[in-house]
Every structure is written in structure tokens, then in C-alpha cells.
């Protein structure tokens, strides 16, 4: 009897640490805020609620291909992974998982994705979610990432589309302000992902992977960081100036892009590794809380 509940405890926490490696593979934090644009833009396509069953089956369906484009990426990284201190944690890189198992995951996860968009939301938003996971996954993580320093600029292109899909999934449609809520992200990325590459140039260095501060050094990077800091707040002022929000977000978009400014600025002029990784932990704060103030104004105005 004991032998069989020790057995059994065993087991128990084998499935337990297995179920969290394959958690991992999702990278549930980047998802998180995936799904949090995408379902924004959803509230944001309509004046009213959205409907109970394209908001559940349009924010599952995004999770789930989101996750598998992530599973997919840790898969072709693995080796990369194993170099890098950020990511050596990974399942992968680890032993906890094999490829054929993760690629397994991938796809169950991911198809299953995509049929919940086909058969509950509508079939341009699932198409949209398939050409974004075929852009990061195939497109970002294959060939731009270990080619060129402009990997995350071009590839930003996929990560910006979360709330083009939210909004595609009420409407059936891409309209303006679907477009604008995707350039804003777009605009968004470069800063955001050049400030952590600052801090982990050794890293990206090591690995071997062509990050702008590996190839053009950390101050030239860190003047690209400041000028796509102000083309971003251009963009941010873009939905009030078009009448897609009011004075609420107005004054939200200047306040976060004052502050967001303010540490671009010190990227430039007063450059610490500590200063990059402040930047870098602000501008998700700066996103998640643009996109609020976004939502926050479309009702109250509404």
C-alpha cells in the first residue's frame, strides 16, 4: 500500500512538472499581453459588448496560436536558448521536454486555435491568426532573427497584429483604427525589445544572433531608441487626432509618453545596463496602460 502511494505521489508530480514545462513553452507573460491588445481591440470595434461567444472563443482561439507560435520559437531556439542566460530555464534547453514532443504540443495547441476561430468567430479572423503565427514563427524566428540587425523592426509586423484580430473577430473586418491600434504596437517594438538587447548584448553576442547593439554598438542603439521613442508618441496622438478617442486618452497618451520619453532619454544621455532594464520592465507597462486608457475613453465616451 505504501509502495502504491509513493507509486502514485510520483506520478502526480511528474504529469505536474510536465504540464509546467509545456506552460513554459507558451510563454504565458508575452501571451498575456497578447491577448489582452487583442481583446481590447475587439471592445474597441464596437460601441456596445462585445458578444459572450466571440469574446470567449476570440480570446482562446488568439491564446491558443499565440502559445503555439511560442512553442514553435523555443523549438527552432533551443540551441540558442542553451547559450543565452535570459532563456537557459527553458524546457527545452533543460531536457524537460523533447522536439518531438513540443512540436506535437504546437500543433494540437495551435489547430486547435484555429478551429475555434473558424467555427465560433469567423474565417478572416482565423486567416489573419494563421498568417501572424506563420510571420513570427516561421518568418521572424527562422529567417530575419539570425540575418539582420532589422529583425525586430521588420518582424514586428506579426506582434502588432493581436488587436487588428480582436477587432477583425466582431467586425469581419480590417478597417483605419483596426490599422492604427497595429501601428502603434508596431512603432512600439523596436524600443521595447532594443532596450533589453542592450543590457543582454553579451548574451545576444554569445549566441550569435545579428541584435542591433551587437552589430552597430550600444550608442548607436541607443539613439534608435530614443527616436522611435518619439515617433511613438506621434503615433500614440494619432487616435484623438483622427476621432477615434477623446480628451480622456489624450491626456493618458502625453502623460505615458512623457515618462516613456524620460527613460529613452536617459538611454541615450545617462546609459546604464540598470537604466536599459527600467526602460525595458516601463515600456509593458507603457503598452498594457495605453491600450486602458484607450478602452477607459471608448465607453466613456461612447
Same mark, same amino acid.
Given at each position: 500500500m505504501l509502495t502504491q502511494e509513493l507509486a502514485s505521489a510520483g506520478l502526480s508530480r511528474s504529469f505536474a512538472a510536465r504540464a509546467r514545462a509545456f506552460y513554459a513553452l507558451t510563454k504565458p507573460r508575452v501571451v498575456s499581453l497578447i491577448v489582452f491588445t487583442a481583446v481590447i481591440g475587439m471592445f474597441l470595434a464596437t460601441p456596445g459588448m462585445v458578444p459572450p461567444q466571440i469574446l470567449l472563443a476570440g480570446t482562446l482561439g488568439i491564446a491558443l496560436v499565440a502559445g503555439a507560435a511560442a512553442a514553435v520559437n523555443c523549438l527552432v531556439e533551443q540551441k540558442i536558448d542553451a547559450v543565452m542566460q535570459r532563456t537557459r530555464w527553458r524546457p527545452l534547453p533543460r531536457g524537460e521536454l523533447s522536439s518531438t514532443q513540443t512540436l506535437a504540443f504546437a500543433g494540437i495547441v495551435g489547430g486547435a486555435g484555429l478551429w475555434l476561430l473558424l467555427q465560433f468567430v469567423n474565417a478572416l479572423t482565423m486567416w489573419l491568426t494563421l498568417a501572424t503565427f506563420v510571420g513570427y514563427a516561421v518568418i521572424y524566428t527562422v529567417f530575419l532573427k539570425p540575418a539582420t540587425p532589422q529583425n525586430i523592426v521588420i518582424g514586428g509586423a506579426s506582434g502588432a497584429m493581436p488587436p487588428v484580430l480582436g477587432w477583425a473577430a466582431v467586425t469581419g473586418e480590417v478597417t483605419t483604427e483596426a490599422m492604427l491600434l497595429f501601428l502603434i504596437i508596431f512603432v512600439w517594438t523596436p524600443p521595447h525589445f532594443w532596450s533589453l538587447a542592450l543590457y543582454r548584448t553579451e548574451?545576444?553576442?554569445?549566441?550569435?544572433? +545579428?541584435?542591433? +547593439?551587437?552589430?552597430?554598438?550600444?550608442?548607436?542603439?541607443?539613439?534608435?531608441?530614443?527616436?522611435?521613442?518619439?515617433?511613438?508618441?506621434g503615433v500614440s496622438l494619432m487616435p484623438y487626432a483622427i476621432r477615434m478617442s477623446g480628451e480622456l486618452y489624450l491626456a493618458a497618451a502625453c502623460v505615458l509618453g512623457a515618462w516613456f520619453l524620460a527613460h529613452a532619454l536617459r538611454i541615450r544621455f545617462a546609459y546604464s545596463d540598470q537604466v536599459a532594464q527600467k526602460a525595458f520592465r516601463f515600456s509593458i507597462v507603457y503598452l498594457a496602460a495605453l491600450f486602458a486608457a484607450l478602452l477607459l475613453d471608448h465607453y466613456r465616451f461612447a
Open positions: 548574451d545576444y553576442a554569445k549566441a550569435g544572433l +545579428p541584435m542591433l +547593439p551587437v552589430t552597430h554598438g550600444k550608442a548607436y542603439t541607443q539613439l534608435q531608441v530614443l527616436l522611435y521613442t518619439l515617433i511613438l508618441i
